[in-house]
């Protein structure tokens, strides 16, 4: 195994470099897009709140892989346009993640206990005040757990950009494996560096969520 990485560790870099620039890009984009679409969703009643929730359950009832493939070949042909495959991915695993983080968010706002404003109120603090000082602090304690385990899934889907053409990581395994062919080795290093990647993401998730779960008096 180890005289496997070193022949080929050039592509095992490149590789990884290409997964984490991805994922660094569809963290982004999820947080960037996902954080105020939670917001504006929890914000949002009646009819309006049904709507929202029958599209994003309609959104999300597609499997991933459709959307890539799917902005990868029909719709750039019928733009007339060719587009990097890495740009594609970014663009679709970057709003699939907007997506959950939008859940996540959505979720964290919509159970912030309403004794908080109105104690607020009581004392005279502004809504302003309030949000900037109290709520706004408090939800993002509440969401950091499973927005860092859904970042996780999300570095996980990276995976797919392989599918069309993105030399990430699992891609490059694939090519080094054709010219070795040591799949057992070859694999196992694969193992390896997802588990040091997620393992110790997953394990502050855990942490936090004993340390700072929901909302506390």
Known sequence: MIGILVRN?????????????LAVVV??????????????????????????????LGLGSI???VYLFWFHYPVQKALNIVLDPFYTSCFVLGLFNALIVSDVVRSAVADFPSDYALVAVVNGVSRRDFWIEVQAPLVLIAI???YISTQVTALHTTLFASLIS???????AQTINSREYRPVEIYSLLVIFYFALCFPL????RWLQRRYGGYRA
């Open 9 to 21: 560790w050039r592509d095992f870099a490149s590789g990884m470099f290409v997964t984490l620039e």
């Open 27 to 56: 963290w982004f984009v999820g947080l960037v897009l996902g954080a105020p679409l939670g917001a504006f969703r929890a914000s949002l009643r009646g009819r309006a709140e049904a709507a929202a929730s029958v599209v994003f």
């Open 63 to 65: 499997p991933i892989l």
């Open 144 to 146: 950091l757990p499973a």
């Open 166 to 172: 993105v030399n990430e990581l699992f891609r490059q």
């Open 202 to 205: 997953l394990m502050l998730s």
